[in-house]
């Protein structure tokens, strides 16, 4: 099994920035896939920004440009750095592990972007 703990979400002010963390723990195979996804009150889970085949990461149109995906191999941890957050990037923000024919999500953390 394998468990994913999301941090670092909260409130902030419009523009301004937020960066989260997801460490993931248990039976990770070397390969695998880490990203993010969020979904706000009344709408659906969407992608934010994940990994997929080789070392490349989609976004979200509506993220290019302000967030950006990373990960530390040795810490089993993924990161996204917000910047020139908007209100409409309010929701809950949920981190993914994909392994094998395995697929994990976080709890969540969520995020309010608000004056």
């Known amino acids: 099994q394998v468990q994913l703990v999301e941090s670092g979400g909260g409130l902030v002010q419009p523009g301004g920035s937020l960066r989260l963390s997801c460490a993931a723990s248990?039976?990770?195979?070397?390969?695998?896939?880490m990203g993010w996804y969020r979904q706000a009150p009344g709408k659906q889970r969407e992608l934010v920004a994940d990994e997929i085949i080789g070392t490349r990461t989609m976004y979200a149109d509506s993220v290019k440009g302000r967030f950006t995906i990373s990960r530390d191999n040795a810490k089993n941890t993924v990161y996204m750095q917000m910047n020139s957050l908007k209100p409409e990037d309010t929701a809950v923000y949920y981190c993914?592990?994909?392994?094998?024919?395995?697929?994990?999500w976080g709890q969540g953390t969520q995020v309010t972007v608000s004056s």
């Open positions: 248990g039976r990770i195979f070397s390969r695998n896939f």
């Open positions: 993914r592990l994909r392994q094998g024919p395995d697929d994990y």
